[in-house]
């Protein structure tokens, strides 16, 4: 049995872990400083900047 608690926990713990392993990179850590909320917004919620800025986080978008 699965229920919506338990996949969204697993689903942001492996998000988390994801970003925390590109945030250790140098570059990585310039550009996800302060981003965590335009990581997590739902991209039809997104607008044309939060868009653009998105694309320059290629690795997260394919996470």
């Known amino acids: 049995m699965v229920d919506h608690f338990h996949v ?3 689903v942001m ?10 945030a250790h990179k140098k570059e990585g850590m310039i ?5 965590q909320r335009l990581i997590l917004k ?3 919620d997104l607008t044309v ?4 800025e998105r694309v320059r986080l290629p690795e997260l978008d394919q996470a």
């Open 13 to 22: 713990k492996a998000f988390q872990k994801t970003v925390l392993s590109w």
């Open 49 to 52: 900047e939060e868009s653009q």
């Open 8 to 10: 969204i926990h697993h």
């Open 42 to 44: 739902a991209k039809e």
């Open 31 to 35: 550009l996800l400083h302060r981003k």
